[in-house]
């Protein structure tokens, strides 16, 4: 059972207009504050299923782009908080913890998958456990930095998490994370291809007017708030990557099947009838350009062309359209809100 949820979280208002659909799934985009979201959102059943079957993290490009990140992230967060204690939520296999740990802060990490926290446990030797924000926030815990690398968007309930990121940290701390940016460049360009529209792993696709409503209406001010290229494999890759695909498609399509289309859907009807609500297809994970050498030489190449258009691609992210946003914001005592 899929539970209906049209009320914005943001700013309560009811929504309906399909603003982007993709694999079956539909995104309807608030029309007072830009928030866009999964209508109707998965049970908490059938994300459990698709995190336990079709979603996964690839290890080594995991580690290799955090660990790239991991300095500038802590030099971002020294600008605002001095070294203490640091909550890392959704930390996977900890190596933003581990890059913390041995900068000096104590740390804790909250990670869902199994895998993920064993390496961080046994491995890195990291705190990193299984409970829920709100369990977490009962035992009296406060840290001075809580951070979220893409995983607002992902959350059944961002409003409850930021109330509770809230309560865990100490006055003054910060939070802070990255989300994709809706209102970016590249969503305009690529609409439902643009890496991003990931149903149903993102439930929540953020923009700066969005993000600024939910964080200020949770009692953050917002100290940081910039657009970037982050995680994003860049435009001109998912351009080629998307182009290629269709021709691979064009080049392998079986005309013969055309004739047996009939048969074709009957055995799809009985197998939705056989496997119910779950047997709609999840979104599969794109391949990871680490994956084949055809996709290292094309992430090679556009990332020659990226650099020599860098200076184009500054003043997109000026222009707050770049595909990521980071924000760094300071929780407010009550009576400043
Ligand atoms: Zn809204």
């Not at 207009?17 to 959102?41: A, H, K, M, T, W």
């Not at 994300?47 to 955090?66: P, W």
């Not at 809706?182 to 439930?203: C, M, T, V, Y």
Request: with cysteine; hydrophobic share 35%; glycine share 6%.
């Amino acid at each position: 059972m899929e539970e209906d949820k049209n009320l914005c979280i943001v700013c309560g208002q009811p929504s309906n207009e399909i603003y982007i659909c993709r694999d079956r799934y539909n995104y309807v985009r608030c029309r007072y504050c830009g928030l866009v979201y999964l209508s109707p959102q998965p049970s908490q059943k059938a994300l459990r299923n698709f995190y336990n079957t079709a979603y996964q993290v690839d290890f080594l490009r995991y580690k290799k782009s955090i660990l790239k990140k991991a300095e500038r992230f802590l030099k971002e967060i020294s600008k605002f908080a001095r070294t203490g204690s640091l909550l890392e939520l959704g930390c996977s296999y900890g190596f933003f913890l581990k890059k913390t740990e041995e900068n000096g802060w104590t740390v804790k990490g909250l990670e869902w998958s199994g895998e993920a926290r064993d390496y961080a446990v046994h491995k890195l030797r990291l705190d990193v456990s299984a409970e829920s924000l709100l369990e977490l926030t009962l035992t009296q815990r406060k840290f001075d930095v809580v951070t979220a690398w893409h995983v607002l968007e992902h959350l059944a309930d961002p409003q409850e998490e930021l109330v509770n990121t809230r309560k865990i940290l100490n006055p003054k701390g910060i939070f802070t994370f990255t989300t994709p940016n809706i209102d970016s460049l590249q969503f305009r360009l690529l609409g439902n291809k643009w890496e991003w529209i990931s149903p149903p792993a993102h439930l929540y696709m953020f923009g700066l007017s969005s993000i600024s409503h939910l964080l200020e209406k949770n009692g953050f001010e917002i100290l940081k708030l910039e657009t970037r290229r982050g995680d994003s494999k860049g435009l001109i890759f998912q351009y080629i990557q998307w182009l290629l695909k269709m021709i691979y498609l064009i080049l392998t399509f079986p005309f013969g099947e055309i004739f047996k289309k009939s048969r074709l859907e009957e055995c799809k009807i009985l197998n939705d009838e056989k496997h119910g609500a779950n047997a709609r297809k999840p979104s599969q994970p794109v391949k990871y350009v680490y994956q084949t050498v055809g996709e290292r030489v094309l992430y090679f190449l556009t990332e020659v062309i990226s650099t020599l258009i860098y200076p184009l691609r500054k003043i997109i992210y000026k222009n707050n359209l770049g595909p990521e946003i980071l924000v760094i914001a300071r929780k407010v005592e009550k009576n400043s809100i």
